[in-house]
């Protein structure tokens, strides 16, 4: 039978969803994990937009991603990255708000979320330690291979300008390209030197996330369909406008 889940006042729910951005841009968190950690604090009353909140902030910044984005391509990147996972997180958990009015949950859910959390917490260390260095290996021979193969005016070509064409490119090599957060920095590196500009990089960074297809199983198998296709809309749009407003600026 299935459980309603009450919605608080609309103030209180949009400081819930600021707060969650917040703890999700502090948050080491991949989308697998942070999805049925969120979930198991519905029962205790956290607001779906909360939840939505703070998985769409946790896989795009972290503070070692802040400091290596900072060291390796620039502190003003950081800061846009910082910056962007934050509003990216406000602006879908207030849209939350409105497009999913009302949620519903299984009875017994929470308890096997609950169980999924723990089960994850006990082991996100050594699995994301492991994934960190198995991707951030292949970064680095695939940033070597395309230094050594894609002459430089091919690059500059595509990702050279901040308009329209640059940043849709950037977009879509998230798909073929984009591994985590932490690796995907030397492989930016790499192509900032050979002439990619930032406005398309930071495109790349925010919409990455978004096209792996352990994020899309996440969302599919976790929260269904709907949400799924509302997290991939909002954030590819928000990517593209990030992207071209940070070349322009």
């Not at 942070?34 to 909360?50: E, K, N, Q």
């Not at 991707?135 to 430089?152: C, E, G, K, M, T």
Request: aromatic share 10%; glycine share 8%.
């Amino acid at each position: 039978m299935p459980k309603r889940v009450l919605r608080g006042p609309a103030s209180a729910e949009i400081i819930s969803v600021v707060l969650a951005a917040l703890i999700g841009v502090a948050s080491p968190l991949p989308t697998y994990a942070a999805i049925p950690i969120g979930l198991s604090l519905m029962p205790a009353g956290l607001p779906f937009s909360a939840v939505i909140a703070f998985i769409l902030a946790s896989p795009l910044m972290n503070p070692t991603i802040f400091f290596l984005t900072a060291t390796q391509i620039g502190l003003d990147m950081a800061i846009a990255r910082t910056v962007s996972a934050f509003l990216l997180a406000v602006i879908g958990g207030v849209l939350t708000m409105t497009v999913f009015k009302k949620i519903y949950r299984p009875v017994g859910e929470s308890n096997t979320q609950e169980q999924r959390a723990e089960r994850t917490l006990a082991h996100d260390l050594w699995s994301n330690t492991r994934y960190i260095l198995k991707y951030f290996s292949f970064a680095l021979l695939l940033s070597s291979a395309v230094r050594a193969l894609i002459p430089p005016d091919v690059i500059a070509k595509l990702l050279g300008g901040g308009g329209t064409v640059s940043t849709l490119v950037a977009i879509g090599m998230g798909v073929p390209f984009y591994t985590c957060g932490g690796s995907a920095i030397p492989f930016m590196e790499t192509l900032m030197e050979l002439g990619m500009q930032k406005g398309p990089m930071l495109a790349f960074f925010i919409a990455g996330p978004a096209t792996k297809l352990e994020t899309l199983y996440a969302y599919k198998t976790q929260l269904g369909i709907r949400v799924l296709a509302f997290y991939l809309a909002i954030t590819l749009l928000f990517s593209y406008l990030a992207g071209v407003l940070f070349a322009f600026l």
